[in-house]
């Protein structure tokens, strides 16, 4: 009997964990100011547990997301672009509250920029 109450506890004590966590998946737009000017960035989630896959758009054209890692409210992930034939890579770490996450962009000697990206609206339904 007291197994199955420890059990009992243990089941409700992790929903209740997840129940707190984020939900990341789906779109996100967030604008960032850069040395050339303002940019709009869209992120597409997909959580799968702790991992985080999708893509970041910025007007240079579409990325895929790696080392993508969600704990909580936390995420982060990194994108590599590709600039002139120059490979770089830039980190996102971020925090969510609700509809909106505190993100710090980082992008290795250049520096980090604070932004908040929200989470766009949902497609109408057709």
Known sequence: MLKKLALAV???ALGSLSALAADFNGKWTGDVTTPRGTQ???FDFKVDGAALTG???TPRGANDISNGKVDGDNISF???MNFNGNEFK???TGKADGDTIKFT???GEMGSTEFV???A???PAQ
């Open 10 to 12: 243990m089941f409700v």
């Open 40 to 42: 709009t960035l869209t």
């Open 55 to 57: 893509k970041v758009t």
């Open 78 to 80: 990194e994108q590599v």
């Open 90 to 92: 830039i980190t996102y």
């Open 105 to 107: 962009r980082a992008m």
């Open 117 to 119: 990206a929200k989470r």
């Open 121 to 123: 609206p949902a497609a």
